[in-house]
């Protein structure tokens, strides 16, 4: 393929790849990062900015002052917040696992579908004989008995669909946790990889204007 028309099927198949192009679609994704709010940075959420700066502030020191520095700190800081985050939504989350009754019970077998019960057709003919013979009473009270049958069978039917279709919404419900759970560790470890390398940029930031080489900056750990 020519590097032209490459070019055109790319520009194609990026055009078809440009996210969800419904009303409802478009709604979905843009709450995608609010669902637990964890990918938004803790630094644009009103609620912890002045406490990231604030922090940010206290550990720059006297070299607060300086842009670069304060910028540095609040990097720092930034991610620190965000795995405390991290953390508060992984304890909520298995509060919300543990205190699920079904949680503590354990798993019970497939439940099997009753037999249907036999049920005697009669015909015409059976009907004149019964009535012949004298028979006829029993007949009805066979075919009462046969319809109530057929309405325990179908109402416990009903039930055992009923509870094997809420097991599979509790097994749903279980596996988008441990999902949600697995996501979290993933966050808390981008957090903590972003704050080493902050933190390593921040002390050669610090030791270059201060010289201090690192001493006295705050200890987010206490």
């Known amino acids: 393929m020519s590097s032209s028309r490459k070019a055109a099927a790319n520009r194609a198949n990026a055009q078809r790849s440009t996210g969800p192009r419904s009303a409802a679609g478009k709604t979905q994704s843009c709450r995608n990062a609010r669902r637990h709010g964890l990918a938004i940075p803790a630094s644009a ?19 607060a ?37 079904d949680f503590h019970e354990l798993p019970s077998e497939e439940e099997l579908m009753p037999a249907r019960p036999i ?11 019964a009535y012949l013979d ?19 069978y179908d109402s416990e039917v009903k039930q055992i669909k009923q509870r ?17 759970l697995k996501r979290f560790a993933r966050y808390e470890r981008r957090a903590l990889s972003r704050q080493r390398t902050a933190m390593k940029a921040l002390d050669v930031l610090m030791e270059h204007i201060s010289g201090t080489n690192g001493e006295g900056r705050l200890n987010l750990a206490e």
């Open 65 to 101: 002052d300086h842009p670069d520095m304060l910028q540095a700190a609040v990097r720092v800081v930034e991610a620190a917040v965000d795995g405390r985050r991290v953390r508060q939504a992984r304890r909520e989350l298995l509060h919300q696992i543990s205190a699920d009754p």
């Open 119 to 129: 049920k005697v057709r009669y015909t015409q003919a059976m009907y004149v004989r």
């Open 45 to 63: 959420l009103p609620d912890l900015a002045p406490e990231i700066l604030d922090l940010a502030r206290r550990m720059a020191g006297p070299a």
């Open 164 to 180: 094997r279709a809420e097991r599979k919404q509790r097994a749903r419900q279980r596996a988008s946790q441990w999902e949600q």
């Open 134 to 152: 004298g028979t006829h009473r029993q007949q009805q009270e066979t075919e009462i008995a046969q319809i109530m049958a057929e309405c325990a």
